[in-house]
């Protein structure tokens, strides 16, 4: 049966099963220790090939050609890769961790994914330079002089327009078109100010464009990879905007191009599972969807409300819905004459 073979994988599959596993994430998205020990049991390495938007996930995960194993990807790429047929779909037959996670996470990933982690989009800021805390996302959308050619957007057709749609008091799922000309012209105007439309933990790497940022688009969580970056304790902070803003969860998923589906599973098993759920959730001070992991994690941990995001904030905030294909298209050439403006400057 697919359960005991799924369980019986940690002491059974040989190494020459499968050599390496290929995993599909953000960078620094995962604790290494967890997948070294994986590693340590199995026999097997595991790769990780990083992307920095949405759709560049998406183009690979698109590919037929692509080898991937294993994908951290949003709930709505979740659902819509699993029904076109790229994402096995998953149970707690084949996938014992399942039975950690509550129906209410679970079914936001559509069957094909576990939830992996999740929190809000929001303002990140260098506390050395922005002194006050932004509080709405006009302090990102209509920024001050000082801001100018200092800050980082995002190049994706999701997520970069959640401050504008969110300010105008529009859903963040919008698909009609005056709606997003009406975004377009926020976007437009806060043009001059942006320095770059690469993803913060992306540009603050590059010697060149890092030091000058001061003000991003980004995730809960992103302040302690940026601090880490940059060696500097609490230099970054985040902020979500008094409007609201996306509430999102992360699903990890197995894609049915798999050529070692049975190794897939046992490391999706492994990573999502309460022990090493907690683990993750710590190193990377992100809330984790493990309701048994939840029990491991510290009481100050649980409380800070820049990690477990206050239920008045999640209230008004909006999940991701699937946008229909016109929209998609009218966001892409958006977001591509943004940046080609930038690149023009």
């Known amino acids: 049966m697919a359960t005991a073979a799924a369980v ?18 953000w960078e620094a998205y995962v604790d290494p220790s ?3 020990d994986w590693t340590a049991r199995t026999g097997i390495d595991v790769h990780q090939t990083y992307y920095d938007s949405g759709d560049a996930r998406d183009e690979v995960l698109s590919n037929p050609s692509s080898d991937i194993d294993l994908v951290v990807t949003g709930e709505n790429g979740a659902r819509l890769f699993g029904d076109r047929g790229i994402l096995k779909s998953l149970s707690a037959d084949t996938l014992p961790s399942l039975l950690e996670y509550d129906d209410s996470w679970t079914k936001r990933c559509g069957g094909y994914g576990v939830p992996y982690l999740w929190g809000t989009m929001g303002i990140l800021y260098r506390s050395d330079t922005v002194t006050a805390a932004p509080t709405s996302w006009a302090d990102l959308m209509k920024p001050g002089e ?10 994706d057709h999701n997520e970069a327009f959640v401050p504008a749609l969110v300010l105008l008091g529009k859903s963040i799922n919008a698909n009609d078109e005056p709606t ?12 001059p100010y942006v320095l770059t439309y690469d993803y913060v933990i992306t540009s603050i790497q590059n010697p060149e464009v890092g030091p000058e940022v001061h003000m991003a688009l980004g995730y809960s969580g992103d302040q302690h990879v940026l601090d880490e970056m940059t060696g500097k304790e609490r230099l970054w902070r985040y902020a979500v905007p008094a409007e609201g803003t996306l509430f999102w969860l992360d699903c990890m998923a197995v894609s049915t191009r798999s050529k070692h589906t049975e190794a897939a599973l046992d490391l999706l098993n492994h990573i999502t599972s309460a022990r090493s759920a907690a683990r993750n959730a710590i190193s990377l001070q992100m809330p984790t969807a493990n309701r048994e992991a939840l029990k491991l994690i510290p009481a100050d941990m649980r409380e800070n409300a820049e990690i477990y995001t206050a239920p008045e904030i999640l209230a008004k905030s909006q999940y991701q819905e699937e946008l229909s ?3 998609v298209q009218s966001r892409r050439r958006i977001i591509s004459s943004l940046v080609q403006f930038r690149d023009t400057r």
């Not at 019986?8 to 994430?25: D, G, K, Y």
């Open 8 to 25: 019986a994988l940690s002491t059974s599959l040989p190494a020459t099963a499968a050599e390496t596993i290929n995993l599909l994430i």
């Open 180 to 191: 997003l000309r009406e975004a377009f012209q926020l976007m437009k105007a806060q043009a």
């Open 146 to 155: 000082p801001l100018r050619h200092h800050i980082a957007m995002f190049d």
């Open 34 to 36: 967890i997948l070294s």
């Open 325 to 327: 294909v016109p929209s």
